[in-house]
Each structure stands twice: as structure tokens, then as C-alpha cells.
């Protein structure tokens, strides 16, 4: 009886060191703007950064909607709950300096997707958006050489990366007679980015071409396009990598998309806060900006990257 008395004690000692250990563990945030099958590979590149990190606990988070008050929430929330470093996509930069900061004072923060410059974050580590809307430009130029009228869509027009992207597409496209003439926001909302496109049908007949400038948008662009019959009669150029807009690229439906490469942001994210904390900072150069290339995406090369895609997300 004393035995087992013993060994109970034992294993009940165990499991509370174990329990203590793990506590210990320093824990890293990637916090995303909104819930969006985009961020499936960003979590692929956390969950495989985890298997290198066996020290850490490595979270991905989701706000429960995609706003500015919510994600703040949900940043204090995990600061409260002792997370070391947090990864952001902002959804308002503008809007939330003051809560990044008041975040930024307690623990290190860090910024990807969606900058906020003006903030006390301590580097970015995603797309130059800018140069992103120049390589969507270019898809345009090349499907449009007689030039062309566009209609743009996106989810939060105030995003530092929508409003990049935006920018990015009109000066290359620039002298080159096609002009975007507006861009419809919808907050994230996949049933007003579906209406938005088929309220442009119905309104602009003179538009000859779209451009999708956050993942969802192009998948949206596709179905309003197939119920009108419109599609191939109005040119699409789309942003990142929904099997949607990959399938309408191979059967020649859109003219490209440019991809980011989320995976990278989780993965590279996790070990940069986790050298961070660890004391290296030699992963942040001087200007704060981690740059991860993007890429055009068409007909010629868009079945290898999908086979990657894949054995990125299966792991």
C-alpha cells in the first residue's frame, strides 16, 4: 500500500511538472485580418515552423469578425493570457496606432500582410503590395495591348495593402490606355462582394475588365461573370491563389493572378519573433521591412504551383 501511495504521488508530481513545463513555454500569436481560406498556407508555414520550434507554442489566430475593434480585442486578450510576441494583418492601420502601440509596449510586435508603419511595431515581413499592383498592371497591359476600362474590388478599401496594391496597378497601367475607374469595397463581406460585381454589370455596361485585389474577390468576379454569361468577355485580373481563380486561369476564363506567399509569413514569422525573444536581431534590417516576392501566375505555370500548393498544405 505504501508503494502505490508512492508511485501516485510520483506520477501526480510528474504531471504537474509537466504541466509547469509547458506553461513555460514561450508562446507566439499570428493574428490574421478576417477568416479566409487564404490564410490556410500562412497556417501551414506556422504549423511547420512549430515542429521546428519544439520550445514554443506557436497560436493562429482568427478575430470572431473582420474588424478593427474585434482584432484589438483579440490582441489584448492574448497579451493578457501571457503570449510573448504577436504577428498582425491589420485590418485598419490608421485607426488602430493606438491600440498597436499600447500592445507594443508590453511585448514585441511585428506586422505582415497589412503593414501599420506608423505604429511602434518592430518589423514588417510580408508582400511589397506596391510592387504587387505593378505586376497585376502588367497582366493588364498584356491582355489588354488595345487598352481597356476596369473596375476594381476589395475588401477594406482603408487597408494599407489594398490602397497599395491599388496604387501599384494604376501607375504601371498608366500612359497605357487603360485606366481603372473605381474600386468597390465590401469589408469583408462575401455576399456584398458577390453584389458588388453584378451591380457593375448591370450599371457599367463600358467596363471591360476587373481586377480582383484581395483573395475572395476573384472567386466572387467568376461566379457574377458565369451567371451573366459573361465570362472571357470581360477580362479579370486577380490577387493570390483560390483554387477558384486557378481554375478559371487554366481554362483561360482570367488572364492571371499574383500570388503572395502566405506559407513564408507564418513560417519565417514564428522564427524571426522567436530569434526575437532569444536575443538576434539580425533578421530586421534597418528599415523595418522583410520583403517576401511575389509572383505572376498564368496559363504557362499555373499547374506546378498548384501541385505546391498542395504539398505545402498536406505538409
Known sequence: MKLRKTLCVA????LAATAAHSQEKPQLAFVVNAASDFWKLAEAGVNAAQAELPGYELQFRYPAQGTAALQNALMDDLVAAGTDAIMISSVDPKTSTDAFNRVAAQVPLFTTDSDAPE??????????????GNQAGEIAIKALPDGGTCMGFVGFLGADNAKERIAGFRETVKDKGIELVDVRGDDVDFAKARSNVDDVLAANPEIDCMVGFYSYNPPKIYEALQAAGKLREIT???FDEDPITLGAIREGSFAGTVVQDPYQWGYQGMHLMADFLEGDKSGIPADGLIIVPTKIIDAENVDPFEQQLKERIKG
Open 11 to 14: 506520477a501526480i508530481a510528474t
Open 119 to 132: 505604429s511602434d511595431r518592430i518589423a514588417y515581413l510580408g508582400s511589397s503590395n506596391t510592387l504587387a
Open 236 to 238: 479579370v485580373i486577380a
